[in-house]
């Protein structure tokens, strides 16, 4: 069936970003906000809006029957639900299914299998993807945890079976880390998710964070090439670029076979990422997780490769078949993105709501900006504090780096703190300019260069 009118259950840049899409293609989007969002860009862009609740996600953002009722109650016949919130959320999918609507995603059995991370790993393994070594699906309990880290081997990893960005991750390096940091884990988890399952893997040292963006309208699938996130504070990233400098042309076309073969393996339809670790010592390369929805990072892809991936899903969601094929997919150039935070990156990264002041936002051939914010508008305290991600894409990743530093520098923000501080000096450091960094490189960093400057 073509999509009509998109429900839009999120907020912020994606939502923008989701808004433009359905546009673009003829759509009428509605767009939901809660009560402290009625004033987001999103809301001025789209055709339609509807409040969904109070500005506790919890009443709103993540009220599964609240967002399927309004969407109803709108005319809509599909629903986007960006990413975060309840983008990876099987039981939220089968309610919009339920409900006789379209999910712009793959379907609820796909995100029960490969959203719940322990379920992945069993899939990826079963269509011959490498693996972390790790425990054999989800730990029932602490003593299960220790039982499994015996056979997987110290140091280990304690990971959220569901969710991602980061949240519910400890690092455990012997029996008493473990019995001390599982219980936090799983606290965390089930704070964030609503799931508190773990499960465990092995902590590989200085990896390479390297993901693998495909889509697939569940028959068949592509990959638009990779992107290297290992730029990361407290596992969240902070700058994502594509393609992976660190892999050679053979070793990145093993690695995305690998992603293709899982994704037709599991029938996805949608656009899906699968997250690898890469060890650039032995060039061995293991499958983590996937996520079951855009990204947060995806402009790089498009950038190298010219397909909009956010227009995918909805053709895909509205019964299009691919039209592509992997021969017509090429990778041209290099693409930088940075997260564009309103935190203080001079004060432990705290974050800073308030209200945006003059903005002057850098334009220009290969440059990009996919924002939420616009002046004079007041950024609520309720929710992540991403702003929007600057994209640069040039001819090669040197010349991508200097067209990041120079757009940094015209980048302004009066009235809030912003992490463009933190991107000016990862883009003028040496060792980033090299590219010689791995997912334990940045936090040292920061304690070696802290950060004072603001703008």
Known sequence: MAIRKLFVANRGEIAVRVVKAAQALGIRAVQAYSEADADMLAVRLAEESVCVGPPQAAKSYLDKEGLVRAAKEA???????????????????????????????????????????????????????????????????????????????????????????????????????????????QQEAQAAFGDGGLYLERAIVEARHIEVQILGDGTRAVHCYERECSLQRRRQKVWEEAPAACLTTDRREELCASAVALAESVGYRGAGTLEYLYDERTGEFFFIEMNTRIQVEHPVSEMITGIDLVAWMIRIAGGEALSMAQTDIAIDGHAIEVRINAEDPANGFMPFPGVVGALDVPEGPGLRFDGMIYEGYQIPPFYDSLLGKLIVHAGDRAAAIEAMAAALDRFSVEGLKTTIPLHKALARDEAVRAGAFHTQFLEPWLEAHPLTAQQ
């Open 75 to 185: 005319g809509c016949d599909a629903v986007h639900p960006g990413y975060g919130f309840l983008a990876e959320n099987a039981d939220f999918a089968a309610m919009v299914e339920a409900a006789g609507l379209v999910f712009v995603g793959p379907s609820a059995a796909t995100i029960r299998k490969m959203g719940d991370k322990a379920a992945a790993r069993a899939a990826a393994i079963a269509a011959g993807v490498p693996v972390v070594p790790g425990s054999d699906g989800r730990v029932a309990s602490v003593d299960a945890a220790v039982e499994a880290a015996e056979t997987v081997g110290y140091p280990v990893m304690i990971k959220a079976a569901a969710g991602g960005g980061g949240r519910g991750i400890r690092v455990a390096g012997d029996e008493a880390e473990l019995r001390k940091l599982a219980p936090q884990a």
